[in-house]
């Protein structure tokens, strides 16, 4: 995790000295609003961190800063420095904001995968973190009496819960499925949004990353 936050942070400091590089007040505009946004929506997951508090809807407030609009961010720029004007450059931050929206909750079912072996995450690290995901608000919202009660036990200690238990209350309630449908919408919407461009091989290789957002299992 210190090596991926590290490789993130040169990243992003690379994404910046280009831009500075290139004079472009519009690139950097949209660097520092996504820079903006995602602590705007880590302190929202602090803030929203428990079974009492998170609503679906505040969830969408908090994976819209931290990396919906991020990608929104990054896909407006490309059109930028590719020439567009204002109408396609919109799009293309829409199309990115709804492939954040689903890259992020697909991210959050891994929780409940069978092994981290094929993720690359660790099972259960997000819900031991208090992080509050869309299957868990699923069940809190949807689920019945005893799926809410089963997981507020889940809740009170994290840490030695049966995490086999979590899996299956979250399989067997329609919470994972709802997610993951929930993720395939977001991701049509984003190759509607790209409806606007004629097709080339570069919109071939959008469309198959937001193919890939919603198929991968890592």
């Known amino acids: 995790n210190k090596v991926a936050v590290l490789a993130g942070d040169y990243m992003y400091s690379a994404a910046v000295n280009i831009a500075v590089r290139d004079n472009d007040s519009r690139i950097l505009d949209a660097i520092a609003g996504a820079t903006k946004e995602m602590v705007k929506g880590e302190l929202y997951q602090i803030e929203y961190?428990?079974?009492?508090?998170?609503?679906?809807?505040?969830?969408?407030?908090?994976?819209?800063?931290?990396?919906?609009?991020?990608?929104?961010?990054?896909?407006?720029?490309?059109?930028?420095?590719?020439?567009?004007?204002?109408?396609?450059?919109?799009?293309?931050?829409?199309a990115g904001l709804n492939m954040g929206y689903a890259f992020q909750i697909i991210d959050d079912t891994f929780d409940f995968a069978e092994s981290s072996d094929v993720t690359g995450k660790d099972v259960g690290n997000d819900f031991k973190d208090g992080k509050i995901t869309l299957p868990f608000i699923y069940i809190l919202e949807k689920g019945t009496t005893a799926q809410k009660e089963a997981l507020g036990r889940f809740a009170e200690d994290p840490d030695s819960a049966d995490w086999d238990g979590v899996k299956e209350l979250v399989r067997s309630s329609g919470a994972f499925e709802y997610s993951v449908g929930v993720a395939v919408k977001y991701a049509g919407v984003a190759r509607d949004k790209l409806s606007i461009f004629a097709d080339s091989k570069y919109l071939d290789i959008i469309r198959s990353i937001i193919d890939f957002i919603v198929e991968r299992n890592y």
Do not use: D, V, W
């Open 49 to 94: 961190s428990n079974l009492n508090n998170i609503t679906e809807e505040r969830y969408y407030a908090i994976i819209e800063r931290k990396t919906a609009r991020l990608m929104a961010a990054s896909c407006r720029i490309g059109g930028l420095k590719a020439g567009y004007g204002e109408g396609e450059c919109n799009a293309l931050y829409e």
